[in-house]
């Protein structure tokens, strides 16, 4: 296969991150492809987000490695990761709440702002010139979120839906290369969610991003990404497509208890009935 | 193209009419001597809030430490304008110039060379810069001492107002450039701390100052400055000129420092942290800046202050003091230039002028009992400050007009 060749641009080595005695994540590895679309999926507290985490830089890894595009990020300062070209969303939003819409996008935008601390304090020519391009960039990125009408207000006022979508707006503007998006979804309803994920795929490839997901509703997981990680306790228990997840038997158990599977087998076979 | 937007041209005009208008009244005699003190003390106070404002309001950081910046800013400023006048040498000028020059210098080439380390820790890093440091001001102090005597001369070469006053103006920048400088190295451990841990640890700082300087006389050997007996014979030089330029300066700076990104790097740290650093804002880095930003601040304004009375006593800077700029910043709505600046000029000229005034001899202490009451009262009826986030329009950042945009595909994606 062809997509073998290409070196991922994002690798975990048997990353761990222990708390204690804890063992949140436990030797993982992860391989992600450029411009794929991957989800990681799992129970409550299987270690997904710490997962996210140990990759951004807000913990350092106990052991293993991170490598994006083959150099090693872990332990890195979250600042210097996302200059590099990773971006996340949060699982509970986490945006600027009293800054406007436009400013949350402007400030991921910041380390490109091409001016000096001196040029902002003179507002010199340079300034407004290097502001104004800033500024139309991020107006360019809200509008990709059908948000540019909303520039002015404040974050906090937002819907909430509004709210996820400025949060991967602000995420898009840092200039990434991997998106993490930490449950996109969360307390959509299906509509919604059917559109946002639309949106997810738009965005990959319009700007020839790699995503890596976190979700917890299956419809969403299982419609849209091509690859799925199943974790369960802190280690990998399935990965592969959606439907191959979905037959799983350790999948299955996780989610429902052991003996499930048996039990669904059962069950499929009377609704076949 | 230079278009000056209509808020620009009425601030400006504003200023000048406002500056005019008290300069007149002042070279009429409608403003006698005490208004005149307490104006200058109201516009002490609001470049320090300001300086506050810019570290508590807008980056999110509890400091109790700004009047121990302020006190080494009034100190430093003070010992140089005293050396001028009283002993008719530019030595103490000559010297700390060089101090901030070195010390300034080295602080720079070490956070170069820090910055490319991996994984040194902040104590060492901190050992580091305090080591070389000593080594740059005993260097300063040497050079200055070969040197204090020619630039003496150039001085007396001088017309003596001109020489004057630009020691004076010198002193005042300077005071500030040492108190950012010291504010740089203690911040440098002290900034990792969370919030209520920062401001606990800058009270300390402002007490440390305060018993610094209750003993500078034999503790420090500034003999002049004479420890906890208060130092005298500081000319009187700041005046209502000076003070509105530096405040004028001081409210233009933040303003266009905000109204930047790097001023929404410093907001977007008070509004979340793991955000901020998650969107690719170095966190350490903008805490620092803005810490050392507002302790200059606070130095320059207690340079300016040093000259008000041409007296300084330790208690000015004791730590109770130390809530003022506080009170002030929470009292004006925190993260607003406006409010900071008029409750400013409203507290000094309330708690030192009016009440002072109003209340019957015997009972001017009680405006102490009169002026939390009102906090009181208006904490409880407007908790989000006088003006609370309001600007005026020159302050107030623009939003930019809306972009058109041409492409109608992603209206249906979203």
């Known amino acids: 296969m062809a997509e073998k060749n290409t070196t991922p641009i994002l690798e975990l080595?048997?990353?761990?991150?222990?708390?204690?005695?804890l063992k949140a994540v436990h030797e993982v590895d992860l391989v992600l492809e450029p411009h794929a679309l991957n989800g990681l999926i799992g129970p409550n507290g299987s270690g997904k987000t710490t997962i996210f985490n140990v990759i951004t830089g807000i913990y350092e890894p106990s052991g293993g490695e991170v490598l994006f595009e083959g150099q090693s990020i872990g332990g890195l300062d979250p600042y210097v990761v996302n200059q590099m070209g990773v971006a996340r969303t949060f699982q509970n939003i986490r945006l600027f709440p009293n800054l406007t819409v436009l400013d949350n996008v402007r400030v991921a935008y910041h380390p490109y702002a091409g001016y000096g601390m001196s040029d902002a304090i003179f507002h010199n020519g340079k300034f407004n010139l290097k502001e104004r391009e800033l500024t139309e960039k991020a107006q360019d990125f809200l509008s990709v979120f059908n948000l540019q009408d909303r520039q002015g207000e404040i974050a906090?006022?937002?819907?909430?839906?509004?709210?996820r979508r400025l949060e991967i707006a602000r995420a898009l503007a840092s200039n990434p290369k991997v998106l993490l998006l930490d449950e996109p979804a969360a307390g959509m309803n299906p509509k919604e969610a059917t559109t946002l994920m639309e949106l997810i795929h738009f965005i990959r490839d319009k700007f020839n991003l790699t995503v890596l997901l976190i979700e917890h509703q299956m419809r969403v997981v299982m419609g849209i990404c091509e690859k799925i990680t199943v974790m369960d306790f802190g280690e990998v228990i399935a990965r592969g497509t959606a439907k191959e997840v979905q037959s799983n038997k350790h999948v299955i158990e996780a989610y429902l208890g052991p003996g499930a599977d048996?039990?669904?087998k059962q069950y499929l076979k009377e609704k076949a009935k | 193209m230079k278009n000056i937007s209509k808020s620009t041209i009425v601030f400006l005009l504003g200023s000048i009419l406002l500056f005019t208008a008290v300069q007149v009244l002042i070279n009429l005699g409608f403003i006698n001597t005490f208004w005149k003190t307490i104006l200058l003390l109201a516009g002490v106070m609001a470049i320090v809030s300001l300086g506050l404002?810019?570290?508590?309001g807008f980056n999110g950081q509890f400091s109790l430490g700004q009047y121990g910046f302020y006190a080494i800013g009034a100190y430093t400023a003070a010992d140089i304008t005293f050396r001028w006048t009283q002993l008719h040498s530019a030595q103490g000028l000559?010297?700390?110039f060089l101090i901030a020059l070195f010390a300034g210098a080295t602080i720079m080439v070490i956070q170069k060379a820090v910055s490319k380390i991996r994984g040194m820790d902040t104590l060492s890093a901190f050992a580091l810069y305090i080591v070389a440091i000593l080594i740059a001001i005993f260097a300063a102090v040497k050079l200055g001492q070969l040197v204090a005597n020619p630039i003496t001369a150039i001085f007396n070469f001088m017309p003596k107002n001109i020489a004057q006053t630009s020691i004076f103006l010198i002193a005042v920048v300077l005071g500030g450039a040492i108190a950012a400088e010291v504010s740089f190295l203690f911040g440098l451990p002290v900034l990792t701390l969370g919030s209520d841990y920062f401001g606990i640890a800058t009270l300390g700082f402002t007490i440390i100052v305060k018993v610094l300087l209750d003993n500078s006389d034999t503790m420090l050997g500034f003999e002049e400055m004479k420890g906890a007996r208060g130092m005298i014979g500081i000319p009187k030089l700041t005046n209502w000129i000076w003070m509105f330029v530096f405040l004028f300066l001081t409210i233009v700076f933040i303003r266009n420092l905000l109204n930047s990104s790097y001023g929404r790097a410093i907001v977007s740290i008070r509004e979340d942290e793991t955000a901020a650093t998650s969107m690719g804002i170095n966190v350490a880095f903008y805490k620092t800046v803005t810490f050392v930003i507002?302790?200059?601040l606070a130095g320059l304004a207690g340079g300016l202050y040093a000259h008000v009375n041409g007296f300084l006593h330790p208690n000015t800077f004791s730590f109770v003091k130390s809530f003022d700029p506080l009170i002030i910043v929470v009292f004006g709505g925190l993260g607003s230039i406006t409010g900071t600046v008029a409750a400013s000029f409203g507290w000094a000229l309330m708690l030192e002028g009016v009440l002072r005034l109003v209340l019957p001899d015997g009972f001017e202490t009680w405006r102490y009992v009169i002026y939390p009451i009102l906090l009181l009262i208006m904490m409880l009826l407007k908790p989000n400050g006088l003006f609370g986030n309001f600007e005026i329009p020159f302050i107030r950042a623009v939003m930019?007009?809306?972009?058109?945009s041409a492409d109608k595909k992603n209206e249906e994606v979203a």
């Open chain 2, 400 to 404: 930019p007009p809306l972009k058109k």
């Open chain 2, 53 to 56: 404002n810019l570290i508590y």
């Open chain 1, 156 to 163: 906090r006022n937002l819907p909430y839906g509004e709210q």
């Open chain 1, 13 to 21: 080595k048997k990353l761990c991150r222990y708390f204690g005695g």
């Open chain 2, 294 to 296: 507002g302790s200059f």
């Open chain 1, 262 to 264: 048996e039990l669904s």
């Open chain 2, 94 to 96: 000559t010297v700390v």
